[in-house]
């Protein structure tokens, strides 16, 4: 079966600076890749998604990138906020269900 | 006001005892699936189901049984033989493969 694996599990970075979290997946079948952001006590919500046929998505501050040939995919956020503050989870899946990463809690300081 | 609505939000359980959480949404989504949350292991699938009156194990389904009767709900029964059940569960539905997955807000059981 697929397996996804995520790193850092944590990352601390000043309000105004870049994040990145990387995922790798085993599965070349995997065709499509989600990031759910989950704010503390609260239920994981999807905030971009990339699929096989793209190499970089693109949503105001916060973009994805995908290297199938390596089989990695990476969440890029810029100019951070406080609010940023969360657990991101990555995700594979081909055609049937999702397998996710064990998630990274991303603190961001005034 | 559509989604997916978890209840109850917080279970208590005694050693020994059988629990049901309910899962039920107004997507018209025809998959549905249960996930454990551990702190630091991530989203673990527990059980799945494509279409009503079928479904399959997920990676951590042994204590655990389901059932899809209807389309729109797809309750979790934690039985006595899960070995170490306490954990926060969220039920998630999509519209299809490589779609959006939405969740609900989630049940934290705990077993006293």
């Known amino acids: 079966g697929e397996n996804v694996e995520q790193h850092p599990s944590t990352l601390s970075v000043q309000e105004g600076d870049s994040a990145v979290i990387k995922c790798t997946y085993s599965?070349?079948?995997?065709?499509?890749f989600p990031w759910y952001k989950q704010e503390l006590g609260k239920r994981p919500q999807l905030i971009i998604d990339?699929?096989?046929?793209?190499g970089e998505k693109k949503d105001q501050r916060i973009a994805v990138t995908l290297n199938k040939t390596a089989k990695h995919f990476s969440l890029h956020i810029t100019e951070t906020q406080p609010e940023d503050s969360a657990v991101y989870f990555c995700?594979?899946?081909?055609?049937?269900?999702?397998?996710f990463g064990k998630g990274t809690m991303l603190l961001v300081s005034p | 006001d559509g989604g997916i609505t978890q209840s109850p939000k917080y279970l208590f359980r005694k050693e020994g005892q059988n629990v049901t959480l309910s899962c039920e949404q107004n997507?018209?989504?025809?998959?549905m699936y249960w996930y454990r949350q551990d702190p630091g292991q991530g989203l673990r699938l527990i059980y799945y189901?494509?279409?009503?009156?079928?479904?399959q194990k997920g990676d951590i389904a042994e204590g655990y049984s389901v059932s899809r009767e209807k389309k729109e709900s797809f309750p979790l029964t934690v039985t006595s033989a899960q070995k170490n059940p306490t954990a926060f569960y969220l039920c998630?539905?999509?519209?299809?493969?490589?779609?959006?997955?939405?969740f609900g807000q989630g049940t934290r059981l705990t077993v006293v």
């Open positions: 599965d070349s079948a995997s065709n499509y």
């Open positions: 995700a594979a899946s081909g055609y049937s269900t999702l397998t």
């Open positions: 997507l018209n989504h025809d998959a």
């Open positions: 990339i699929r096989s046929n793209v």
């Open positions: 998630a539905s999509q519209a299809g493969a490589n779609t959006e997955a939405f």
């Open positions: 189901s494509q279409i009503v009156n079928d479904f």
